[in-house]
């Protein structure tokens, strides 16, 4: 018996893998890329030999044991320690926001944990009921802060403004009443030493597993509809053609290679929250493992409504929407079509909540049915 996985991204290839080795079962994965590895696809710029993320920087964090065990199974993980800047006001400041942050952009002289709980008080918007992500982000930070650093970054991001998106995008705006100038705070940061693709390599790697690169789904089961299980990765909208479709934000990525420079930026990973310039950040890769070259590789994003999805657009219409798919979606697990992944589940997942959510799929649905 084959099992037929849909997508050689993070939810696809952890169920194969787990399938193989712990079932010893047959499994096919078409992906209609080119590569394996989904969004966390990355490889080596030819003119600098600076390893690049094709679909955007992936910083992988998580507190749970159980996945932090499962990834160190295939390959070698660095510790890191993400920051991220923030140019506002014709200088950088780091994000998430701590003391240096408020004090730069305030003009505050805060010094301590007390200091900041003092200064949110007098600053945080109160509401009787939050109803949308400009009252979250207001009522967390403040008006001042939510005008430099989210109000303009969100609409970039998602083109629409806080208020049109549901409280949820904006609810876990860390504050950290301190100078930490950390990204995450969980237990275990880090990246795979040698990339994310040899990381899907590792793997993938077992003789009861078969990827087929350049391969749609839907040309696919015309001449190949014989597969007992098969498990959908993709946008869920897709294998449906009932309902309006749903709506996802995309991302150009806008390459270039700086010749005879160390580094272009103080930092990986620089937004620009402001609506001076079109691209919401720039990354450079240079920095991720200390990579050495004589040249540098910057990478400007800037999101848009068309291309491949990437984000989910967390609105009343499409949350609304999704649940109708999600109904469609539960019916066809009787006939042994199951949807797992941020675009099958039309939610935004962390690498490492991908991951439990296929580890959870297959202890909790394939092992009772197989």
Known sequence: MSILIVGCGLSGVVIAERLANVLNKKVIII?????????CYDYKEKESNILINKYGAHLFHTNNEKVWNYINKFDKWVRWEHKVLSYVDDKFVSIPVNITTINQLCEENLENEEDVKEWLTENQVKYNEINNSEEMAKSRIGETLYNKLI????????????SELNKSVLERIPIRPNFDTRYFNDKYQALPQKGYTHFFEQILDNKNIEVKLNCDYFDFIKENNNYEYTIFTGPIDSYFNDYEKLEYRSIDFKIEVIKNMNYYQPNSVVNYPQNNVEFTRIVEYKH?????????VIVSETTNNKGEP??????????????????????????????????ANYKYFNMDQAILNSLDFFENTLLNKL
Do not use: C, M
């Not at 992906?31 to 969004?39: C, F, Q, V």
């Not at 991720?288 to 540098?296: A, G, I, R, V, Y």
């Not at 609105?315 to 539960?330: G, I, T």
């Open 31 to 39: 992906e209609k890329r080119n590569h394996i590895g989904g969004n």
């Open 151 to 162: 109000k303009d970054y969100t609409y970039k991001q998602w083109n629409k403004y806080p």
């Open 288 to 296: 991720f493992l200390n990579q050495k070259s004589e040249n540098t």
């Open 310 to 343: 990437y984000y989910p657009v967390p609105n009343e219409r499409n949350l609304s929407l999704y649940e109708k798919y999600k109904k469609l979606a539960e019916a066809e697990e009787n006939k042994n079509v199951f949807f797992i992944g941020r675009l």
